[in-house]
């Protein structure tokens, strides 16, 4: 079994910064790629930045140049860097990832989300 577990979300004024933490757990043998992604209320779910285990990265229109993902795979671990934050950029945010544990078993895991609310 393994879990992902966000972290770093909070409350923060128009042009603030936060840096959000997705940590992996269990029995994990590889991550592959390890994907945040956004759900605004009354709004679809979508995909704000990619990073593969190499560390290719990819990014929605609306955050380039804001927004950085990272990870450290000694740690399982990635992070998502955003700056000048917009009142738009209110949501939950989710970290996904492909994990195959040591019984070469494949899992799309899910993080429970963090909140991030930008408002003067």
């Known amino acids: 079994q393994v879990q992902l577990v966000e972290s770093g979300g909070g409350l923060v004024q128009p042009g603030g910064s936060l840096t959000l933490s997705c940590a992996a757990s269990?029995?994990?043998?590889?991550?592959?790629?390890m994907v945040w992604h956004r759900q605004a209320p009354g709004k679809e779910r979508e995909k704000v930045a990619g990073?593969?285990?190499?560390?290719?990265?990819n990014y929605a229109d609306s955050v380039k140049g804001r927004f950085t993902i990272s990870r450290d795979n000694a740690k399982n671990t990635a992070y998502l860097q955003m700056n000048s934050l917009k009142p738009e950029d209110t949501a939950v945010y989710y970290c996904?990832?492909?994990?195959?544990?040591?019984?070469?078993?494949?899992?799309?895991?899910w993080g429970q989300g963090t909140q991030v609310s930008v408002s003067s």
């Open positions: 996904n990832a492909r994990i195959r544990t040591w019984d070469m078993k494949d899992y799309d895991s």
């Open positions: 990073i593969s285990r190499g560390g290719s990265t």
């Open positions: 269990g029995s994990i043998f590889s991550i592959s790629d």
